[in-house]
């Protein structure tokens, strides 16, 4: 269940988007909705710039990966 209702997103539109991301979740840090945990198994090897989450209500951790052309970032669940 997300009871965060985090939706996965699987590419930025653009690098405007990705910061706004970055902003909202910086926010729902500092409303103590969420925590930043450290990152246990890199997305698609090294060499990307990441960082991971817990959702406080529903426990789940997700990721964030920053833009890195031409790949163009990703948020989504940690299995």
Do not use: H, T
Not at 22 to 48: H, L, N, P, R
Not at 61 to 70: F, M, N
């Amino acid at each position: 269940m997300n009871e965060c209702k985090w939706e996965e997103i699987d590419a930025f539109c653009s690098l405007g988007e990705y910061k706004r991301f970055c902003a909202w979740i910086e926010d729902q840090i500092e409303q103590d909705v969420v925590e930043e945990i450290s990152v246990k198994d890199s997305f698609a090897g090294q060499g990307f710039e990441e960082r991971w989450f817990r959702c406080k209500s529903s426990n789940q951790k997700w990721r964030l990966v920053a833009p890195d052309g031409p790949f163009r970032g990703y948020w989504g669940n940690v299995e």
